[in-house]
């Protein structure tokens, strides 16, 4: 009877721990599915831009992956931003990534790039603040970000194609020599038409410029 006991305990327990199992790889399926924690909806998209393009009110905004400063904007201001003013055809938001602070920028760059292609740069960004807020810089490697294009729907060949690729290379150039132009030296630099917000700010100091653009 003991070695019965034993027997049927053993049974038992080699199904809960099967079930448990699957529970666990259940649940680690669903967070790889799952939308980034900082997703905002962003209607009209448009590579990295998002909005009317005739808008009233034209914002653009250049940042690095790897600036702190510019994380705390994206959690702070841009999801209000895009809320508020750019879903509402009031305004028309253009995110200019830059690679001021070194190599782990210029990989979330060509990252960021590649997933524009796909017209998900919008999702691709929150996924990667979202890495970058929990993990700093040790997110930017290569199967880091090239794991972020699978968690959010992409078509990793073509992601893979893009990334580091001639294009995005030659984007990142173009976009630098833009900002050069406009005597961006510093991030988060932010452009609202003719009006200038350099470094980080309240939201309430956005708003407040972008409302006084809407009456002119």
């Known amino acids: 009877m003991r070695a019965q006991a034993r027997t049927t305990y053993a049974w038992t327990a080699a199904v809960l721990g099967l079930v448990m199992g699957l529970a666990l790889v259940g649940l680690s399926l669903a967070s790889v599915a799952a939308a980034p924690a900082s997703a905002v909806t962003v209607k009209s998209q448009q590579g990295t831009s998002a909005g009317d393009p005739n808008a009233k009110v034209q914002i653009v905004l250049y940042f690095d992956p790897e600036c702190v400063h510019c994380m705390r904007l994206y959690y702070d201001v841009e999801g209000q931003l895009i809320k508020r003013y750019v879903n509402t055809g009031q ?4 995110i200019r990534p830059l690679t001021f602070l070194g190599p782990p920028s210029v990989k979330a760059v060509q990252a960021l790039l590649a997933a524009a292609d796909q017209g998900r740069y919008w999702e691709y960004q929150a996924a990667l ?3 970058y807020q929990q993990a700093g810089p040790v997110a930017y490697t290569d199967a880091s970000l090239k794991a972020l294009a ?3 729907g992409l078509n990793s060949s073509q992601f893979n194609a893009s990334y580091g690729g001639g294009a995005t290379t030659a984007e990142i150039k173009a976009i630098a ?3 050069k132009s406009q005597g961006v030296d510093s991030v ?13 700010a309240p939201l309430q100091d956005f708003t407040r410029i972008i409302d006084a653009e809407l009456v002119r």
Not at 91 to 94: D, K, P, S, T, V
Request: hydrophobic share 45%; glycine share 4%; aromatic share 8%.
């Open 91 to 94: 305004a028309r938001l253009e």
């Open 129 to 131: 603040w979202d890495a």
């Open 150 to 152: 699978v968690r959010v």
């Open 177 to 179: 020599d833009k900002a």
């Open 188 to 200: 988060p630099h932010m452009f609202i038409n003719s009006q200038e917000v350099v470094g980080e």
